[in-house]
């Protein structure tokens, strides 16, 4: 079982956000770097099929130089070698392009990506992918399952879940519940180092869409609280003040 993982270098949760030229770039000075949740979720699903002899785990980063840490500490977790594709990620489609030019030669049996990354919420490359690479494509799996060839998968409906039977290759995005993240050990910090790390480049792709400006949310403002028992003042500030109803 051969199995690739997509990974993206996402900031920190507790990132305080800023832009820069007239709110049309991101701010990256003092940004503390990490491996997406969601893609961790997935690789450490992926290392529990692999392991123990059953198949091979690697995973792919689109990124410069400076993504290495996280795809380091991908390989600290457990994945066994990974690859770099030399360029920003500079829109979805772009990023599955060059996923997908990796991977058509790759004789990968899943590609697993996690549900989306957290900086951009776009939820679009796991579903490119597969149209790209021609492979069915299951988004938001809650439960991944493996006799040989098939595979069993649970994913999130609306009120309720659908339980897929598939044959492999396919492509999944994994949502929260597929596995338990895994924390890097000693010893996997210490492989880690040693672990190929190929580093490819991009081929050409067309870039579909782009950002013109980024805004900040407006701060919130003042809270009124209304007790419980007066329903009625409720009804008159909603109506009155906020003008709701």
Do not use: H, W
Request: net charge negative; with cysteine; proline share 6%.
């Amino acid at each position: 079982m051969k199995i690739l993982v997509c990974i993206s270098n996402v900031p920190d949760t507790t990132t305080k956000v800023s832009f820069n030229n007239n709110n049309t770039e991101f701010n990256t000075n003092g940004v503390q770097y990490i491996l997406n949740p969601y893609d961790e979720i997935a690789l450490s699903r992926a290392i529990e099929l692999t392991e123990g002899g059953k198949g091979t785990t690697t995973v792919i980063n689109v990124g410069l130089a400076d993504t290495e840490p996280t795809i380091r500490k991908a390989l600290a977790i457990g994945a066994d070698d990974a690859i770099r594709v030399n360029a920003a990620p500079s829109d979805a489609y772009f990023v599955a392009k060059q996923l997908a030019e990796v991977a058509k030669n790759g004789g990968y049996d899943i590609i697993m990506c996690g549900r989306e990354s957290i900086d951009y919420n776009g939820a679009q490359v796991p579903a490119m992918l597969g149209e790209l690479l021609d492979l069915p494509s299951v988004s938001l799996i809650k439960k991944l399952e493996l006799n040989g060839n098939d595979a069993t998968i649970d994913r999130e409906i609306e009120g309720g879940k659908e339980v897929i039977n598939i044959a492999t290759p396919f492509v999944i995005s994994a949502a929260e519940g597929v596995a338990e993240p895994k924390i890097p050990n000693m010893r996997g910090i210490m492989s880690a180092r040693t672990k190929p790390l190929q580093v490819v480049e991009p081929v050409a792709a067309e870039k579909l869409a782009s950002f013109t400006s980024f805004e900040m949310p407006a701060p919130r403002g003042n809270v009124k609280l209304i007790s419980a028992d007066e329903p009625a003042k409720l009804v008159v500030a909603l109506n009155a003040e906020a003008k709701v109803i």
